[in-house]
């Protein structure tokens, strides 16, 4: 279907799917809150778009626009220009969408597994390595889609775990293209904008200048590979100094053979592949060089993590690692123990959030701002 004319339909399909959100309103509905507004599970019709009864027909999630100005409504236009002419297996799919009166709805697919942010942050189990690299290949192929694929460059702008959402099998999806501008075309080599995404994950470059090009987000893709490999988040107060940002704290044992071991989630117990967990970290150090020329192209992402996949060299058969793991331990045991005969002590206040997760924002240069689409569906585990 033309792109007009699906838009066409998916806007006629949005009349019905307002009905939507009078059955998905209740609290047990309800799956987030971001700045754009509050986040809803709903239900459909299978091939159809009128609501039915709760529990029935196809499951959705149905995001509303608050009232609260101008740059959320840019933010919905732009969802609904790049996710209802954009079509990708790694991109979450938009059902349709509303706008009548005030009201401004967005329906989307469902993401049972929620988002990446939960499983690597959130959850009492770590995620499994192969999972982890499984959600990293679907994650770039994503983003090598609207790079390099699309009838136009795309870029994403605000690539983080908590826009990576998961299906029932654990498929990435990315999500929440509020902030995705048009890559520059023709002899243009950037396009200047307003600085705008999460602390902790914009290009260095991007931030100092304002220009964006697609090596922002491969940037943006090294930040969240090593959180993947870590279990650590890439802005953390509650971490001893000098590990409040993930990128610095990693830098240093990117380029090294053996002490790349520390960057791997130890809750993994040495559950991962040695050579694949070499390959991410190489792959993670050339994403985030300072040099943005230098990054590679996404294309060249998904060529690296593709073989990475089924390798089955576990780490907790290597004695190095073995050797390692007893230092570490060895050295836990040593600061509990001090700690024990130590005294209490307050603890300041920060302007970060549980977990020690910095609080996102939507402008860099001019404060804080919600995300629209910032929800993380609850998994659907029965």
Same mark, same amino acid.
């Given at each position: 279907?033309?792109?007009?004319?699906?838009?066409?339909?998916?806007?006629?399909?949005?009349?019905?799917?307002?009905?939507?959100?009078?059955?998905?309103?209740?609290?047990?509905?309800?799956?987030?809150?971001?700045?754009?507004?509050?986040?809803?599970?709903?239900?459909?019709?299978?091939?159809?778009?009128?609501?039915?009864?709760?529990?029935?027909?196809?499951?959705?999630?149905?995001?509303?626009?608050?009232?609260?100005? $101008?740059?959320?409504?840019?933010?919905?236009?732009?969802?609904?220009?790049?996710?209802?002419?954009?079509?990708?297996?790694?991109?979450?799919? $938009?059902?349709?969408?509303?706008?009548?009166?005030?009201?401004?709805?967005?329906?989307?697919?469902?993401?049972?597994?929620?988002?990446?942010?939960?499983?690597?942050?959130?959850?009492?189990?770590? $995620?499994?390595?192969?999972?982890?690299?499984?959600?990293?290949?679907?994650?770039?192929?994503? %983003?090598? @889609?609207?790079?390099?694929?699309?009838?136009?460059?795309?870029?994403?702008?605000? @690539?983080?775990?908590?826009?990576?959402?998961?299906?029932?099998?654990?498929?990435?999806?990315?999500?929440?293209?509020?902030?995705?501008?048009?890559?520059?075309?023709?002899?243009?080599?950037?396009?200047?904008?307003?600085?705008?995404?999460?602390?902790?994950?914009?290009?260095?470059?991007?931030?100092?200048?304002?220009?964006?090009?697609?090596?922002?987000?491969?940037?943006?893709?090294?930040?969240?590979?090593?959180?993947?490999?870590?279990?650590?988040?890439?802005?953390?107060?509650?971490?001893?100094?000098?590990?409040?940002? %993930?990128?610095?704290?990693?830098?240093?044992?990117?380029?090294?053979?053996?002490?790349?071991?520390?960057?791997?989630?130890?809750?993994?117990?040495?559950?991962?592949?040695?050579?694949?967990?070499?390959?991410?970290?190489?792959?993670?150090?050339?994403?985030?060089?300072?040099?943005?020329?230098?990054?590679? $192209?996404?294309?060249?992402?998904?060529?690296?993590?593709?073989?990475?996949?089924?390798?089955?060299?576990?780490?907790?058969?290597?004695?190095?690692?073995?050797?390692?793991?007893?230092?570490?331990?060895?050295?836990?045991?040593?600061?509990?123990?001090?700690?024990?005969?130590?005294?209490?002590?307050?603890?300041?206040?920060?302007?970060?959030?549980?977990?020690?997760?910095?609080?996102?924002?939507?402008?860099?240069?001019?404060?804080?701002?919600?995300?629209? @689409?910032?929800?993380?569906?609850?998994?659907?585990?029965?």
């Amino acid at each position: 279907m033309p792109a007009a004319a699906a838009a066409a339909a998916a806007e006629v399909q949005g009349r019905h799917l307002h009905q939507q959100r009078q059955h998905a309103r209740r609290p047990e509905s309800l799956l987030g809150e971001g700045g754009f507004g509050c986040v809803f599970k709903g239900w459909i019709e299978e091939n159809g778009t009128a609501p039915v009864k709760p529990g029935t027909g196809l499951t959705v999630a149905v995001k509303t626009l608050n009232h609260d100005g $101008l740059q959320g409504h840019k933010e919905w236009v732009a969802e609904v220009d790049f996710l209802g002419n954009l079509h990708h297996p790694n991109l979450v799919k $938009l059902i349709g969408y509303c706008v009548e009166d005030d009201q401004r709805l967005l329906v989307y697919e469902f993401m049972p597994r929620g988002s990446l942010d939960n499983h690597l942050f959130r959850r009492s189990l770590p $995620l499994p390595w192969a999972i982890r690299m499984k959600v990293a290949l679907g994650a770039a192929k994503g %983003l090598a @889609f609207l790079h390099e694929e699309a009838e136009s460059p795309v870029i994403y702008r605000d @690539f983080k775990t908590s826009n990576i959402l998961l299906d029932a099998e654990y498929n990435a999806k990315l999500s929440d293209f509020g902030l995705a501008k048009d890559g520059p075309v023709g002899d243009k080599t950037h396009v200047s904008t307003r600085v705008m995404g999460t602390y902790g994950y914009a290009a260095p470059e991007y931030v100092m200048t304002g220009h964006l090009t697609s090596k922002s987000d491969v940037y943006s893709f090294g930040v969240v590979l090593l959180e993947m490999m870590s279990g650590r988040r890439s802005m953390d107060k509650n971490r001893p100094n000098g590990e409040h940002n %993930l990128v610095e704290w990693a830098r240093p044992l990117l380029g090294e053979r053996q002490r790349f071991y520390k960057l791997v989630d130890p809750r993994l117990e040495g559950n991962f592949s040695v050579k694949g967990a070499q390959k991410a970290a190489q792959l993670a150090r050339a994403c985030l060089s300072r040099d943005p020329k230098a990054r590679p $192209l996404m294309s060249q992402v998904v060529e690296v993590l593709r073989p990475l996949q089924n390798l089955r060299d576990m780490a907790s058969a290597s004695y190095f690692y073995q050797t390692m793991h007893a230092e570490r331990m060895a050295h836990s045991s040593s600061m509990n123990g001090r700690s024990s005969h130590g005294h209490g002590s307050s603890k300041a206040q920060s302007p970060f959030g549980r977990n020690g997760q910095q609080q996102p924002v939507r402008s860099l240069s001019d404060g804080p701002r919600a995300s629209p @689409f910032r929800y993380s569906p609850k998994p659907n585990v029965k």
